[in-house]
């Protein structure tokens, strides 16, 4: 599914990337309304345009048939690359029927069994407003809808629905709940590819980068996901201090702490700081760790030639 460079005997591997969960969900919708268009069987694997990046990729179909109500279904299996995903080999079913003739939406998106729902959605003038929409977010709704608009018979709608079954099981181990997301998980990022950052190899490299700004600078700018990565030179940041940390924060904390480092600010989605704040992303047994190096590190003077 992904290309990667040829190791040789003194470099390994490098880590591989995957794809998002929206990307096999699309997958999957793309070959059951190929079955319900055509009246075929289930195609082996079928073209995705990622839309972010602009690439278009080849999916693998697991399985996929024509249902007795006159619907489709197809199957697909999440694949995130070298990343520590709990989605990983999870099944992604998308089933797809023609629209009523009085649906509004062209193509009209539901979630299924293990696709998680937002159960307050804001706040009302009587409280918070709990409307259980599928956590189906912006990404996911572009793609599906990019990638199936062109395949749509003239006059024709289309419903499809998202399943995961193993969804509600998995959901137990994030903290969607804390977010109010329940009862699965979400079809949610910002594109298509799924980057190995959080696959052991990567953090080696993660911490070179460190060790080589904490070099220039005793004041440096965690950023915690992409929007932070982006966000900070719009609010005055030096570019340069920035280290993108992926799911690394607690072993880069330790780091900075080692080299040196006086003080970090973390800049991030507050989705993802909220996250930190109440101990998701770094495992609470790696606290006492990183508060007694950190704190005992950071306050020694820095070696004469800035070096860890």
């Keep these: 599914m992904t290309a990667a460079s040829q190791p040789t005997a003194s470099q ?7 794809y998002t969960l929206p990307v096999f969900a699309c997958a999957s919708a793309i070959a059951a309304l190929q079955q319900l268009r055509q009246d075929a069987s289930c195609p082996s694997a079928v073209s995705v345009d990622l839309i972010n990046p602009a690439q ?8 996929g048939a024509r249902l007795p109500d006159g619907s489709a279904l197809a199957i697909t299996r999440s694949d995130p690359g070298d990343n520590l995903d709990l989605t990983r080999d999870t099944p992604i079913w998308a089933m797809v029927t023609w629209g009523s003739p009085d649906q509004a939406e062209l193509i009209l998106l539901e979630g299924g069994e293990g696709i998680g729902r937002n159960v307050a959605a ?7 407003v709990f409307d259980h929409r599928p956590a189906i977010y912006r990404y996911a709704r572009q793609l599906l809808q990019a990638n199936l608009e062109p395949l749509l018979p003239a006059g024709r709608s289309l419903r499809v629905t998202v399943i995961l ?3 509600r099981a998995l959901a137990q181990r994030t903290s969607n709940a804390a977010f109010g997301i329940v009862d699965g998980l979400s079809l949610l990022g910002t594109g298509g590819i799924a980057q190995p950052l959080s696959a052991p190899g990567q953090l080696e490299q993660f911490r070179q980068i460190l060790r080589e700004k904490a070099a220039q600078y005793s004041d440096l700018v965690f ?3 992409e929007n932070g990565l982006d966000l900070a030179p719009s609010l005055g940041i030096d570019p340069d201090r920035r280290v993108k940390t992926a799911n690394w924060i607690g072993p880069l904390l330790v780091e ?8 970090i600010l973390l800049v991030g989605y507050h989705g993802k700081l909220i996250k930190l704040a109440g101990g998701f992303s770094i495992p609470i047994t790696m606290w ?3 508060g007694k190096k950190f704190w005992q590190r950071s306050l020694r003077p820095r070696s004469s030639s800035g070096q860890c």
């Excluded at 804001?122 to 918070?128: N, S």
């Design 122 to 128: 804001g706040d009302g003038p009587l409280g918070p």
């Design 288 to 290: 006492p760790m990183v």
């Design 165 to 167: 079954p193993e969804g």
């Design 56 to 63: 278009t990729v080849e999916i693998p179909i697991e399985q």
């Design 223 to 225: 950023c915690v996901g």
């Design 12 to 18: 390994p591997a490098p880590p591989r990337s995957g």
């Design 256 to 263: 900075a702490a080692l080299c040196g480092v006086t003080s």
